[in-house]
């Protein structure tokens, strides 16, 4: 592995190679990092020399594992101005491959496995890294064992069995389904690519990161609202300034993060209001925001750490916030959010309200997913509030899936 020179762990820095693959610290369970030579690499890669390449998040190829990418053109999404709000941003990955930016990720973590020669690759998930580990390791010729709650959107479901996957629906939360891969994969000979439990899924989302400052014009903004249910987009965003600042594209400057969740599944705000460093279990999570139902996050610490260093927030929104963002944003913008996304609109309300950011900051708000692959989710939604049947009731497939 030319390009990364180690991987080294969040928690007590020990170095582990990269020439084979790696879970988390054996020591202590930490999240690894993949490192570079930054200092090396600076100079011949400037910012100059991402003109004219591919649209994709493998234009940052220098700072991406060197392995043949499994690519379905993911990232370089666009970056919106608000038609509403003259200084917001909003950042639309659910023009992804697979409609979420968890194609970035599983871009990076495909690659990797297929560079390594790993032939079975298993996952938990909320929802949409499902689809996006089926998509990528169809294209990868690799198999993929999915694991996830019975009630996601059905999109997800679909999605991953078109793909090939072998999808187990779980009866019960993202916990559960992580507790069945670790169970069974011993046996299966599965390699697990949970969030977090293999370095190059931050890999993957840290390319929002640099997208964001180029497509910015490698000016931070003021800040980024990010809705977290494992919250790797947080995690590798803020991998990327630093890198960024190495390579001396941007200097020590950081937007405030803002984490935003479900009040229906709201560990790390929690952990943030207590000034704590660390999150607990949050029991009985539901919200229809399916990708934020994640009850205990594996990089809470690492999530709460950036909140603290970069000056920013938590906050939780009800779902009848994000609905009714979903709506005002589909209306007055034209962009089809999924509900986690819309959920960054709901905290900017909110932070406005409250004073904490003021009209003339530039914000980017993060639509992290399309609304397309929530239409079951919406038309339930929708159709609760009249107590008229849903389609799929009208349909008939309403059921055990
Ligand atoms: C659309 C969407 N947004 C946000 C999230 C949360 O992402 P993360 O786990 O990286 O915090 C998910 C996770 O499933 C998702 O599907
Ligand atoms: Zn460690």
Request: hydrophobic share 40%; glycine share 10%; net charge neutral.
């Amino acid at each position: 592995m030319a390009r990364i020179t180690h991987l080294e762990c969040t928690k007590c820095a020990q170095r582990l190679t990269a020439d084979t693959p790696q879970t988390v610290c054996p020591k202590d369970g930490g999240v690894l990092y993949a490192r570079y030579d930054l200092h090396a690499i600076k100079s011949p890669f400037s910012q100059g020399q991402l003109k004219g390449r591919a649209c994709t998040m493998w234009r940052y190829a220098e700072v991406l594992p060197e392995a043949n990418p499994v690519s379905l053109g993911e990232g370089f999404t666009p970056i919106l101005s608000s038609r509403e709000h003259p200084n917001v941003y909003i950042k639309d990955e659910g023009l992804n491959p697979t409609g979420s930016f968890k194609a970035r990720g599983l871009s990076a973590a495909v690659t990797m496995a297929k560079h390594y020669g790993l032939k079975k690759l298993a996952i938990p998930s909320a929802g949409n890294a499902a689809g996006a580990l089926a998509a990528y390791a169809a294209a990868a010729g690799i198999e993929a064992h999915i694991f996830m709650p019975k009630d996601v959107p059905i999109a997800n479901r679909i999605e991953s069995e078109y793909y090939g996957a072998h999808v187990t629906l779980v009866d019960g939360l993202i916990g559960d389904c992580a507790r069945m891969v670790g169970e069974r994969k011993k046996t299966e000979g599965w390699f697990d690519v949970s969030t977090l439990k293999e370095p190059f899924r931050v890999e993957g989302k840290k390319t929002m990161g640099y997208e964001v400052a180029e497509q910015l014009g490698w000016r931070m903004p003021q800040g980024i609202i990010y809705p977290t249910g494992g919250g790797v987009g947080m995690i590798g965003m803020w991998k990327a300034f630093d890198e960024m600042e190495q390579l001396g594209w941007i200097g020590p400057e950081r937007p405030q993060m803002i984490t935003v969740q479900s009040a229906g599944c709201a560990p790390i705000v929690k952990a943030w209001d207590e000034g704590k460093s660390a999150a607990e279990m949050w029991p009985n999570a539901a919200t229809t925001a399916a990708g934020l139902r994640v009850p205990k996050a594996y990089g809470d610490y690492l999530i709460l750490d950036i909140l603290r260093k970069s000056r920013g927030t938590a906050v939780a929104v009800t779902d009848e916030e994000i609905m009714d963002a979903l709506h005002h944003w589909a209306r007055v913008e034209g962009i089809f959010a999924a509900p986690e996304g819309a959920a960054a609109l709901a905290a900017y309300r909110k932070l406005r309200g409250n004073g904490f950011f003021q009209p003339d900051d530039t914000v980017v708000l993060f639509n992290t997913g399309t609304g397309l692959k929530y239409l079951d989710t919406m038309d339930g939604a929708q159709r609760s509030r009249t107590n008229l049947p849903t389609s799929r009731q009208i349909a008939g497939i309403i059921g055990p899936y």
